[in-house]
């Protein structure tokens, strides 16, 4: 189990890049859950950084959150519009665990109406997950070089430099 505090020790550069792109897009990232049948979903979620982890919650009932509950793997991925990656890019792989710690909730919801206005103070989250990653990679533009980094818990980073990064690319 890896928390965000030990991912970013772990993983200063891809930490990085994450943290940047999550600011650059008001902290909204693309979620890849699998579907009853299977199938992929991609859908929109603001992830939040919290007390050392990376907390996935939102709007109860939605499909992404059944999903997940049903399945606990995901992916989430930085949004960009960017074709060129020039301000990086970042994937991150993990599976969710369901928190029900009340106190812990109210402080989140207090963090966030500090940090943002939005005011959920007083509500109980169901579910309420934190994410224990497992993996990670991210793409970024170096000295006109596309340079792939990859993470796994237990291991450096690992990057790969590609020499002509003229082409688009993502991790």
Request: hydrophobic content about 40%.
């Amino acid at each position: 189990m890896t928390s965000w505090t030990e991912f970013a020790a772990a993983a200063p550069r891809i930490s990085t890049i994450f943290t940047r792109r999550h600011a650059a897009t008001g902290n909204l990232c693309m979620l890849a859950t699998l579907r009853k049948d299977g199938f992929p979903r991609i859908s929109p979620l603001e992830p939040r950084i919290f007390e050392g982890e990376l907390w996935l919650v939102g709007m109860p009932g939605t499909k992404k959150f059944a999903d997940l509950a049903r399945d606990p793997r995901f992916c989430l991925h930085t949004a960009t519009v960017d074709t060129q990656v020039s301000d990086g890019d970042v994937k991150i792989f993990g599976t969710v665990r369901d928190v029900q710690d009340l106190d812990l909730q109210r402080r989140w919801a207090e963090d966030l109406f500090a940090e943002s206005g939005f005011d959920l103070r007083g509500r109980k989250f169901e579910p309420f997950y934190a994410v224990e990653i497992t993996g990670a990679s991210s793409v970024e533009i170096v000295d006109g070089r596309l340079e792939v980094t990859t993470w796994k818990p237990g291991q450096s980073e690992h990057v790969v430099e590609v020499s002509d990064a003229a082409e688009p690319a993502t991790a």
